[in-house]
C-alpha cells in the first residue's frame, strides 16, 4: 500500500512507544502514519522483551560507568562497539557523554526520568485496558544480582538513588 504524500502525523518506529503514540494519536481523532521497514514490536521492543522499566532512573551515563570507560573503550570484548577509525566523528558525542556522566549531571538526568517513569506504568495500565489487553501486562519487577559483594557496594549509590525517588526495593540476602 502506497503511504499518502501527506499526513498530519508520522511516527518512525513501530515498537512499543511507536505503537502507543500511535494508538493514543488515532483515539484522538489525528491521522497517523506509522512508518517502520519490520513488523511492529520487533525491533527494539523486541530486543527488550517489550520491558517497562519504571525502577530504570539511573542514566546509562554515571560516575561508575565513567570510572569504567577507558576498560569500556579498550577492551575488544566490551558491550561499547568503538570503530578507531570513526573517533574523530565520535570524540563530540563521548565528550558529552562524559560530562553528563558526572555527578552533578546524573542526578539532574536521573531526577528527569523519574519525572517521566513516574506515570508510565498507570499511564500503559490505562491503555491496555481501553484496548482490552490488560493479560498482556505483567508486573514482574527487576532482580539485580551481584557475584561479588564489592560489585553490591559499588551500586549503594543507584539504590539510594532509586530509593529517594520512591522506587521500591527490597535487598534479599543470598540464601533467599
Known amino acids: 500500500m502506497a503511504a499518502p504524500e501527506t499526513v498530519e502525523v508520522a511516527i518512525v518506529g513501530a515498537g512499543i512507544v511507536g505503537l502507543a503514540t500511535a494508538l493514543r494519536l488515532a483515539a484522538e481523532g489525528r491521522e497517523v502514519l506509522l512508518i517502520d521497514p519490520n513488523e511492529p514490536g520487533s525491533g527494539a521492543s523486541f530486543g527488550n522483551a517489550g520491558t517497562l522499566a519504571e525502577y530504570a532512573c539511573m542514566p546509562v ?3 561508575a ?3 569504567q570507560l577507558p576498560k569500556l573503550l579498550l577492551d575488544p570484548d566490551s558491550p561499547f562497539a568503538w570503530r578507531w577509525p570513526a573517533f574523530f ?3 563530540p558525542w563521548l565528550v558529552q557523554f562524559v560530562r553528563q556522566s ?3 549531571a546524573t542526578r539532574a ?3 528527569a526520568l523519574a519525572g517521566l517513569l513516574a506515570e508510565a ?3 500503559w495500565e490505562e491503555m491496555v485496558k481501553e484496548a482490552d489487553v490488560a493479560d498482556l501486562l505483567r508486573r514482574n519487577g527487576c532482580l539485580y544480582l551481584y557475584r561479588r559483594e564489592i560489585d553490591f557496594a559499588k551500586a549503594a549509590g543507584g539504590r539510594a538513588l532509586r530509593a529517594g525517588f520512591g522506587v521500591h526495593q527490597e535487598v534479599l540476602t543470598p540464601g533467599e
Do not use: C, E, I, K
Open 61 to 63: 551515563g554515571n560516575p
Open 109 to 111: 538526568n536521573a531526577l
Open 65 to 67: 560507568v565513567l570510572r
Open 102 to 104: 558526572l555527578p552533578a
Open 121 to 123: 506504568l498507570p499511564a
Open 89 to 91: 566523528q565520535l570524540a
